[in-house]
């Protein structure tokens, strides 16, 4: 018998794991033994990296970060489902792509502290790296614009080409801003080889996702642009990985753009800034830490004979490990020059900005802060 999602995927989920780690249906194809164990890996990486990113932040060392914590497994998944010419625009959980396209830690890290290390020399807000050598953007504080980029990047491949496929992310709240629409639109009507991720968290900050949007599903929009969407659990990697490398191969085939809905709970706070207790139960949160993405991951990796408590400590010990010696590296470096302030925008300084760049020069240093 069709299961929901076969008979109207917009409106079923899609589960290859269910809550306790065990597979759903046992004649669907799985990723090799070797993949499933780098997507733990880096899976494990981001919760532990988040957990210290967010204890520098509340320690005073960085200003902001916004942690992926129970989102992992989208991000994750988009790694293995895509190709590294393919390029990302993010929203705000999607960072950790760039680290699993083997973006270097220190690099990433140094963003986040806006320092000399950073390849953005400082002027893009914490939390918002990019890099070009992954085909990565940065995501943009602004709600939705990443949508339209993406669109038109994918557009833009097609036109040189180049069977590149753009992926991009929202949050469930984003899907009320008309860059949402425009981009939907817009991929639809031209067939842009792009897939459109939403990431449905439940949650915009404190607005609850019933007060964002009356349709049944934000998956089912995808029938009023022309287009197939999909609803696949979230928290379970393996579904949203199967069904993003399905999407971004009909992508690159010529067949169109998909919207994908990735259910899934934000455990943490929206961001450094924000107080979670103030909008939401404790009962919402423990109830979904129950369907924990790692820890799904896990128990069928253990299932499998894959993973035991020795080998995950071990891993877990040698990611801290890795993780400290990145932040020891990355906190020791000087700001960004002075000098940086002017760079960029100009191939040669016009006049007005040199003497404005040398009178700046000649404050010398400000002093440190003990
Ligand atoms: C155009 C715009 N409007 C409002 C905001 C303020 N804001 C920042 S994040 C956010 C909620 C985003 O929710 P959602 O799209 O569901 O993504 P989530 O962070 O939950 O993944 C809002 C309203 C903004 N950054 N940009």
Request: proline fraction near 5%.
């Amino acid at each position: 018998m069709d299961t929901p999602s076969q008979l109207a995927p917009d409106l079923g989920l899609l589960q290859i794991l269910s809550e306790d780690g065990k597979l759903v249906d046992e004649s669907l194809g799985l990723p090799s033994d070797e993949v499933l164990g780098r997507m733990h890996e880096l899976m494990l990486r981001v919760r532990r990296l988040d957990e210290r990113m967010m204890l520098r932040q509340r320690q005073g060392k960085i200003g902001f970060y916004g942690a992926t914590t129970g989102q992992e497994a989208t991000p994750v998944a988009t790694v293995f489902a895509t190709q590294p010419s393919d390029w990302i625009f993010p929203a705000l959980r999607e960072n950790a792509v760039m680290l699993g396209r083997g973006f270097p830690l220190e690099k990433w890290l140094a963003q986040v502290y806006g320092n000399s290390g950073d390849v953005l020399k400082g002027r893009q807000m914490p939390s918002h790296m990019s890099g070009r050598e992954v085909n990565q953007v940065s995501w943009g504080s602004c709600l939705g614009p990443q949508l339209t980029q993406a669109v038109g990047a994918a557009l833009g491949a097609r036109l040189r080409g180049d069977d590149m496929v753009s992926v991009a992310f929202l949050g469930d709240g984003t899907t009320s801003e008309p860059d949402f629409h425009t981009a939907m639109n817009f991929a639809g009507v031209t067939r842009a080889p792009c897939v459109i991720v939403c990431q449905n968290n439940h949650w915009a900050i404190s607005v609850p996702s019933e007060k964002q949007s009356a349709s049944e599903t934000f998956a089912i929009k995808a029938r009023a642009y022309g287009m197939p969407g999909i609803r696949v659990d979230g928290n379970d990697v393996l579904a949203v990985h199967q069904v993003l490398a399905e999407a971004v191969a009909r992508a690159r085939r010529g067949e169109g753009p998909t919207l994908i809905e990735a259910v899934t709970y934000r455990i943490g706070a929206h961001s450094s800034s924000d107080d979670p207790t103030r909008y939401r139960s404790d009962d919402e949160v423990a109830l979904w830490k129950t369907r924990d993405p790692l820890l799904r991951l896990e128990r069928f990796l253990t299932a499998r004979g894959l993973l035991d408590e020795a080998k995950g400590e071990a891993l877990a010990e040698a990611i801290d490990a890795e993780i400290s010696r990145a932040i020891a590296a990355v906190e020791g470096l000087e700001p960004p020059t002075r000098r940086s302030l002017f760079e960029d925008v100009y191939d040669a300084l016009p006049w007005h900005l040199e003497e404005q760049c040398a009178e700046s020069l000649a404050l010398g240093d400000a002093p440190k802060e003990h």
